[in-house]
């Protein structure tokens, strides 16, 4: 009987654990899409002014301005975890001095993130290998 109690009891506390962690999945992926978020920051580097860097999640795409152009993909969000699949970019030619650089560093941070968290403050932050993006709300 015991050990029929203890089966029963661990059963629902995995059960549990599993719908608070549904529920806590679908909160980040909620909070993030709908919304254009604009870059303030890439690896600790502040965006150049003038230049505008967005992301938009809708369902499982993602599209945004990098700097001049724009950029669109796949992408996949479980709980925390954030993975872009293959972007694509236009090839327009940014004629200010660093925007090229701003966007092959932008894009090439946002190919490596694996996981997101939104702080209290409402800054978006995705985090990777190659570094953080920080983002606002539009």
């Known amino acids: ?3 029929t109690l203890l089966a029963l009891a661990c059963s629902l506390a995995v059960g549990l654990t599993a719908c608070e962690s549904t529920a806590s999945n679908s909160g980040f ?5 709908g919304h254009t978020w604009i870059a303030e920051a890439i690896d600790s580097e502040d965006v150049l002014d003038g230049t505008r860097v967005t992301m938009t999640v809708d369902g499982d795409k993602v599209s945004g ?3 001049c152009n724009s950029y669109g993909g796949p992408v996949e969000i479980s709980g925390d975890r954030v993975k872009f699949g293959a972007l694509f970019s236009t090839r327009m030619a ?6 090229m650089e701003q966007e092959q560093r932008f894009l090439s ?3 490596r993130v694996t996981h997101g968290e939104i702080r209290s403050d409402g800054i978006l932050l995705l985090k ?3 570094g953080v993006i ?5």
């Open 94 to 99: 940014c004629m200010r001095e660093g925007v």
């Open 1 to 3: 009987m015991r050990t």
């Open 109 to 111: 941070t946002l190919r």
């Open 128 to 130: 990777g290998r190659a």
């Open 134 to 138: 920080e983002f606002n709300a539009e």
């Open 65 to 67: 301005k990098a700097g």
């Open 29 to 33: 992926a909620d909070q993030i899409r």
